[in-house]
């Protein structure tokens, strides 16, 4: 048998005599299993970024250092943001989106954190146990 003849493992070498090629196959699943937030949990995502409550809220150099009238625009268009769809949420997680203030692309994502802020958190679902960061910047700062 051609696996004890090289010290393989008889399962390895059964898969690989009926392959085309050697090269490596993907590994992982075929189709990614969804991360959907369930209908609570997505209306906590969703109340910390309309309220900018339940969390902290981050800007970048970028963003701090627009025009009092800009940054309020942009607040206001993170705050209403509604336009997921499968392109650009495609976990249905809805916590990343960007806008255009004045030309300029921005990006706004929520990260979560165990309560020390030190790592991410083991159970993001919990806000108990997580600190939600909402983080806007404009897109030529990523």
């Given at each position: 048998?051609?696996?004890?003849?090289?010290?393989?493992?008889?399962?390895?070498?059964?898969?690989?005599?009926?392959?085309e090629t050697e090269a490596d196959r993907k590994t992982g699943p075929k189709q990614p299993g969804s991360t959907?937030?369930?209908?609570?949990?997505?209306?906590?995502?969703?109340?910390?970024?309309?309220?900018?409550t339940g969390g902290?809220?981050?800007?970048?150099?970028?963003?701090?250092n627009l025009e009092s009238?800009?940054?309020?625009r942009l607040l206001t268009a993170v705050r209403t943001f509604d336009r997921f769809d499968k392109d650009n949420d495609?976990?249905?997680e809805h916590d990343f989106g960007s806008t255009d203030i004045d030309g300029t692309k921005f990006f706004?994502?929520?990260?979560?954190?165990?309560?020390a802020m030190s790592r991410g958190s083991v159970?993001?679902?919990n806000a108990a146990a997580t600190m939600r960061v909402l983080t806007i910047m404009r897109a030529d700062e990523y």
């Open positions: 048998m051609l696996a004890e003849r090289h010290g393989d493992n008889p399962k390895s070498v059964s898969k690989w005599e009926h392959r959907v937030l369930t209908p609570e949990e997505e209306a906590e995502v969703v109340a910390f970024r309309r309220t900018f902290r809220v981050m800007m970048t150099s970028g963003v701090n009238e800009a940054k309020a495609p976990h249905g706004w994502k929520i990260d979560y954190y165990d309560l159970d993001p679902a």
